[in-house]
């Protein structure tokens, strides 16, 4: 069945590294997202990563995919106020056209 | 380049009423889908349609709901006959090709039923 699980809330100081976790139980993904959501906004795309890599690194953001453990981690480096949102993992499967979400992580960065 | 239009940001419609939501998409994107969001929870997907198409509307309600993209002008998601627990936040997307794609997402619709 289609998944997506994310822990509810995080909260970290000014300066430290973020980690957010996301499992998800398709094993057919293609692609997997990271999307931020900020107060009264849309969803807007910060990252992604094709299901046959490890890793990918974008200035302060990591995403690591360990395939065999359906785990998708985003790593937020030097985590500032402004990374305060709520961060969305999901995943769209080979030849779909659905995405689906989780429901979320709440990133809290304390100054 | 104007990204994805949702209007009104805020619907307040009393239980029985209908709501008409509309979307226009990214120019240049002729693949649109409705999400929606309940406090706490992630997005929910409801449907995916391209132009006077519907292609997956897997996750829409049986009853009360309804979309539409045609040729000319938005995507319109209607619901019918509201009820209290239809007031979520309720989000377009557009895609260029549709498969396997990145979304932009709108700002979304607050719809609030009394």
């Known amino acids: 069945g289609e998944d997506v699980e994310q822990s509810l809330f995080l909260s970290v100081r000014e300066g430290d590294s973020s980690v957010i976790n996301c499992t998800y139980t398709?094993?057919?993904?293609?692609?997997l997202y990271w999307y931020k959501q900020e107060p009264g906004a849309g969803l807007q795309l910060l990252t992604y990563i094709f299901s046959n890599m490890d890793m990918k690194q974008d200035q302060r953001l990591t995403v690591l995919l360990n395939k065999k453990d359906k785990h998708l981690s985003l790593r937020i480096a030097d985590t500032q106020t402004g990374d305060s949102a709520i961060y969305f993992c999901a995943e769209s499967m080979t030849g779909g056209f659905k995405t689906i979400f989780g429901a979320g992580t709440r990133l809290f960065v304390k100054a | 380049n104007a990204g994805v239009m949702q209007n009104p940001r805020h619907l307040v419609r009393r239980r029985g009423q209908e709501a008409r939501l509309r979307c226009s998409p990214m120019?240049?994107?002729?693949?649109v889908y409705w999400y929606r969001q309940l406090p706490e929870e992630g997005l929910k997907f409801m449907v995916y349609?391209?132009?006077?198409?519907?292609?997956?509307e897997s996750g829409m309600p049986k009853e009360r709901f309804s979309a539409e993209f045609p040729k000319e002008g938005p995507s319109i998601l209607r619901i019918q006959q509201v009820v209290r627990g239809d007031s979520a936040a309720y989000f377009c997307?557009?895609?260029?090709?549709?498969?396997?794609?990145?979304?932009?997402f709108g700002s979304g619709t607050q719809l609030s039923v009394l």
């Open positions: 398709d094993s057919s993904s293609t692609y």
């Open positions: 997307a557009s895609s260029p090709q549709g498969r396997d794609e990145k979304l932009f």
């Open positions: 349609l391209q132009k006077e198409n519907i292609i997956d």
């Open positions: 120019k240049g994107h002729s693949h």
